[in-house]
C-alpha cells in the first residue's frame, strides 16, 4: 500500500521560508508526478505545484516566483520551499502523488497526512 | 488561479441519489479529463474516481463519474451518513500547465 508521510514547521514567521518534506513509501519513486497542495481555513484546494521524477517542475503561476519543489530519488522523498511567507499562506500543506495515463494527468491518488502550518508575528 | 464550477452545496436524504456536477472548458476537461476527490472533516481528499469515470481499487460501486463535453458529473446512490463530506472536482489544465480545482461542494445527507 502507497503511503506518503510528510513533516515540516508549523508556525513560521512572516517573511521566513516554509519547508516541508514528503516520503514515499510502498511503490517506486519513479512514472509519477509529485504535487503539492494547500487548503486555507475553511477553503478549498489550492495547487501549489509538481516534480517528476527527474526534476523537471511546473508551479502555479500565482506562486511561481516563491516556490520551489526538489526531488531526491536516493530517499524516495520531494520536497517544498515556499519563500517570503505571509498571513495569507496559512493553510494546511498536503504531499500528493500524480497518476498519468496515456500521456496526461489522470489524478491525484494518494496523499499526505497534512501538515498545517500557521504564519504569525 | 483559473478553477472549476461546482456549486456550493447539496443536501439529499438518506438513502436517496446525489449528483454532483462540475463545469470546465476546453483547456482542461474537455482535453484533459477529470477526477474527483472526497474530502470529510479533518482528513486528506480521497481520490474517487480518475480520468473521468474511473474508480481506482476499493471504492464503493455506490460512486460512479461521467463526463460530457466541459460538464462533469459524481453521482452517489443510497446514501449513508459516511458520504457528508465536501467534494471536489480537479483537472490539468494544459494553458496553466497545473492542477485546477473547483470550489468543492458540501454534500449533507439529512
Known amino acids: 500500500q502507497v503511503q506518503l508521510q510528510q513533516w515540516g514547521a508549523g508556525l513560521l514567521k512572516p517573511s521566513e521560508t516554509l519547508s516541508l518534506t514528503c516520503a514515499v513509501y510502498?511503490?517506486?519513486?519513479?512514472?509519477?508526478?509529485w504535487s503539492w497542495i494547500r487548503q486555507p481555513p475553511g477553503k478549498g484546494l489550492e495547487w501549489i505545484g509538481e516534480?517528476?521524477?527527474?526534476?523537471?517542475?511546473n508551479y502555479s503561476p500565482s506562486l511561481n516566483s516563491r516556490v520551489t519543489i526538489s526531488v531526491d530519488t536516493s530517499k524516495n522523498q520531494f520536497s517544498l520551499k515556499l519563500s517570503s511567507l505571509t498571513a495569507a499562506d496559512t493553510a494546511v500543506y498536503y504531499c500528493?502523488?500524480?497518476?498519468?495515463?496515456?500521456?496526461?494527468?489522470?489524478?491525484?491518488?494518494?496523499w499526505g497526512q497534512g501538515t498545517p502550518v500557521t504564519v504569525s508575528s | 488561479q483559473a478553477g472549476l464550477t461546482q456549486l456550493p452545496s447539496v443536501s439529499k436524504g438518506l438513502r436517496q441519489t446525489a449528483t454532483l456536477t462540475c463545469s470546465g472548458n476546453?483547456?482542461?476537461?474537455?482535453?484533459?479529463?477529470v477526477s474527483w476527490l472526497q474530502q470529510r472533516q479533518g482528513h486528506p481528499p480521497k481520490l474517487l474516481s480518475y480520468?473521468?469515470?474511473n474508480r481506482p481499487s476499493g471504492i464503493s460501486e455506490r460512486f460512479s463519474a461521467s463526463r460530457s463535453g466541459n460538464t462533469a458529473s459524481l453521482t452517489i446512490t443510497g446514501l449513508q451518513p459516511e458520504d457528508e463530506a465536501d467534494y471536489y472536482c480537479?483537472?490539468?489544465?494544459?494553458?496553466?500547465?497545473?492542477?485546477?480545482f473547483g470550489g468543492g461542494t458540501k454534500l449533507t445527507v439529512v
Open positions: 500528493a502523488r500524480g497518476l498519468a495515463s496515456y500521456g496526461r494527468r489522470a489524478g491525484l491518488d494518494f
Open positions: 516534480s517528476n521524477y527527474s526534476g523537471t517542475t
Open positions: 510502498g511503490d517506486s519513486f519513479a512514472g509519477y508526478y
Open positions: 476546453n483547456f482542461n476537461i474537455d482535453n484533459q479529463g
Open positions: 480537479a483537472t490539468w489544465d494544459n494553458s496553466l500547465r497545473g492542477w485546477v
Open positions: 480520468r473521468n469515470d
